[in-house]
């Protein structure tokens, strides 16, 4: 699971991390950034790659009610079965772009209680995470992270890690043209090589 993620940076870095064409939002950095936020996210529209703020908490086109957040996270081993995602990772992928994210690993000899880390890449620059987005409602229009298996020292905090897009993959990634599901998983399945540091916080 990925609950909270940092955002240090502005609009002037991701234009020099990111391919993008457009850009329809302002940007102030966030240390930590929390569910039901908006948040930056990159989506390819006419062969566009457009900057803009989604709601994380998706909320798929067909519910009938909003319960709570949303959908904050999509496991990458269901999204071609669950309703909720079948669509989107069809047709509605994402960027969702961070800096860093937490993860909490529970200590059993001290009462369970939680100790929080920071996840980096090891440069700290910008990246993306693989997401999904919907439109429920016609004006709220929400985003979801994409999670895996943990690899690397993320492992040995979480057993969950959110899928880190290479930056090679961006563009089939966003590409609402690209519906092969093989395809798209192996961009996800390719993120694991990322590897991050990481702090206690």
């Given at each position: 699971m990925?609950?909270?993620f940092s955002l240090n940076i502005n609009l002037e870095q991701i234009q020099q991390h990111?391919?993008?064409?457009?850009?329809?939002?302002?940007?102030?950095?966030?240390?930590?950034v929390f569910p039901s936020q908006q948040?930056?996210?990159?989506?390819?529209?006419?062969?566009?790659?457009?900057?803009?703020?989604?709601?994380?908490?998706?909320?798929p086109s067909w519910a009938k009610e909003k319960k709570g957040t949303g959908h904050i996270n999509a496991r990458m081993e269901t999204l071609d079965h669950k309703p909720s995602f079948r669509e989107p990772f069809k047709k509605r992928r994402c960027l969702i772009?961070?800096?860093?994210?937490?993860?909490?690993?529970?200590d059993p000899e001290n009462g369970n209680s939680k100790t929080r880390y920071y996840f980096q890449l090891p440069s700290k620059e910008p990246f993306a995470f693989a997401g999904l987005?919907?439109?429920?409602?016609?004006?709220?229009?929400?985003?979801?992270?994409?999670?895996?298996?943990?690899?690397?020292?993320?492992?040995?905090?979480?057993?969950?890690?959110?899928?880190?897009?290479?930056?090679?993959?961006?563009?089939?990634?966003?590409?609402?043209?690209?519906?092969?599901?093989?395809?798209?998983?192996?961009?996800?399945?390719?993120?694991?090589?990322?590897?991050?540091?990481?702090?206690?916080?």
């Open positions: 990925c609950g909270r990111f391919p993008v064409d457009v850009i329809t939002c302002e940007l102030e950095p966030r240390s930590e948040v930056p996210t990159i989506i390819m529209h006419e062969s566009q790659m457009r900057l803009g703020l989604l709601t994380w908490g998706l909320i772009i961070a800096d860093g994210f937490y993860e909490w690993k529970a987005w919907d439109t429920w409602q016609k004006d709220y229009h929400g985003c979801t992270i994409i999670t895996r298996d943990a690899v690397g020292r993320v492992r040995d905090v979480h057993d969950r890690m959110p899928c880190v897009l290479k930056a090679e993959a961006y563009r089939a990634w966003l590409d609402p043209a690209n519906q092969d599901g093989q395809d798209r998983t192996e961009l996800l399945l390719n993120s694991c090589e990322v590897q991050f540091h990481p702090g206690y916080i």
